[in-house]
């Protein structure tokens, strides 16, 4: 005969609960004492204020430096073209791309048969109309005397045969121009360089037949060279006028001094597109390092301006803002009245008040305006 296990009673299933209960609380008091809270520390003392590097500045006369960019180009440069028509006899070797040529050198001669037998035909009918006109003279001459002899006085010019000289003069005059116009083209079969540089490229080559007009070499001046340079006229108020007859300093784009160039005129028009003022430069003595084509900077001395901040350009923000500390060691943020740039240098308009100004060299994004600092004056 089997027997059932006896059923809990009540208060012995309440006494289970109240156990597990206690269990659970006591687990979640061992919890919440084993909590970290070392590593927030209570403190009252307030950080340190970060460490910003200045310069001291104060308001000066600066002269001011005007920069741009412009392109050496020859004052000469030209697509030298056939005057006359013909076949290509020759073409010296100064004509080859790359030659250097003096003013005057053959460079290409076209055939001259056909321009010689104009100038012979040319000289033929100049003595013919000089023949005629000596004719015209001596009736002129026999007229009067006829008159002279009848002790009569001639009716008109035409009975002294005055027309017909005239006549006579204006045509050897004609015949003469005639020749020379033959001459010049004679000349012209020998082509020449008209001024002295290299010669950039050739077009033609022996035995091509050519038509006046057509291009033969492309010469490049290599004595003179100019510059034009574009200014705003922001930058054109800050020069010194008049400005023609003043010089200017040339730079390599690697900052190289290459000389200077003479200012001839400037300022008379603006560009059409640009709408800028214009300076038109010439270097007289190219020197070493001036290359035509080359790009430079053109360094242009200003006048004088009164009332100036000179500040390293790394004080310039990104957002074109410069950061000053206050006598209370806060930092101010001021928008800068940028008057010329120079070797690295920005010169501003000062702000008011008196200095000196305490600018910081090397302002961080994370600069705010009014946050405490301690200012640390910039090394040498």
């Known amino acids: 005969m089997s027997h059932s296990p006896p059923k809990p009673t009540p208060k012995r299933r309440w006494l289970w609960i109240g156990l597990a209960l206690v269990l659970l609380a006591a687990v979640l008091l061992l919890v919440s004492t084993s909590e970290d809270t070392a590593d927030v ?73 056909q321009y010689e037998a104009a100038v012979a035909a040319a000289d033929l009918a100049v003595e013919e109309a000089a023949l005629a006109l000596w004719e015209a003279q001596n009736g002129v001459t026999l007229a009067r005397r006829e008159f002279e002899r009848a002790g009569t006085t001639p009716p008109n010019e ?29 000349a012209d079969t020998q082509v020449t360089a008209p001024f002295s540089g290299f010669v950039t490229r050739r077009m033609a080559s022996p035995g091509q037949t050519v038509a006046a007009g057509d291009p033969l070499v492309h ?49 008379g028009f603006l560009d059409r597109q640009t709408r800028q003022p214009r300076i038109f430069l010439e270097v007289a003595d190219r020197g070493d390092g001036l290359l035509a084509g080359d790009f430079v900077r053109v360094a242009f001395a200003g006048r004088a301006i009164a009332g100036t901040l000179s500040l390293p350009e790394a004080a310039l923000t990104r957002t074109g803002h410069v950061w000053m500390v206050d006598a209370d060691d806060r930092l101010v943020r001021l928008a800068p009245d940028i008057l010329f740039r120079s070797g690295g240098v920005l010169v501003i308009a000062a702000p008011e008040g008196a200095g000196p100004w305490h600018v910081a060299t090397a302002p961080l994004a994370s600069f705010l305006p009014g946050l405490r600092v301690t200012p640390q004056a910039a090394e040498g």
């Not at 600066?62 to 920069?67: H, R």
């Not at 010296?92 to 290409?108: C, S, T, W, Y």
């Not at 017909?164 to 003069?169: G, K, P, T, V």
């Not at 574009?230 to 200017?248: K, N």
């Open 41 to 113: 520390p209570r403190t009252a003392a307030t950080p340190p204020a970060p460490v910003v590097t200045v310069v001291d500045v104060s308001a000066a006369e600066a002269v001011a430096t005007v920069t741009a960019f412009a392109e050496l180009r020859p004052r000469w440069d030209a697509e030298i073209r056939a005057a006359v028509p013909g076949r290509i006899m020759q073409v010296h070797d100064a004509a080859l791309a790359g030659e250097r040529v003096d003013a005057g050198a053959p460079l290409i001669a076209i055939e001259r048969t």
């Open 158 to 186: 035409l009975a002294l045969k005055i027309p017909q000289l005239r006549i006579a003069e204006r045509a050897l005059a004609s015949a003469e121009a005639q020749r020379a116009a033959a001459e010049r083209r004679l």
């Open 219 to 267: 010469l490049s001046d290599d004595q003179r060279l100019e510059l034009v340079v574009e200014l705003s006229p922001a930058d054109w108020a800050l020069l010194d006028h008049p400005i023609a007859g003043r010089t200017a300093a040339l730079f390599h784009r690697d900052g190289r001094p290459l000389g200077r160039a003479r200012i001839r005129d400037g300022g």
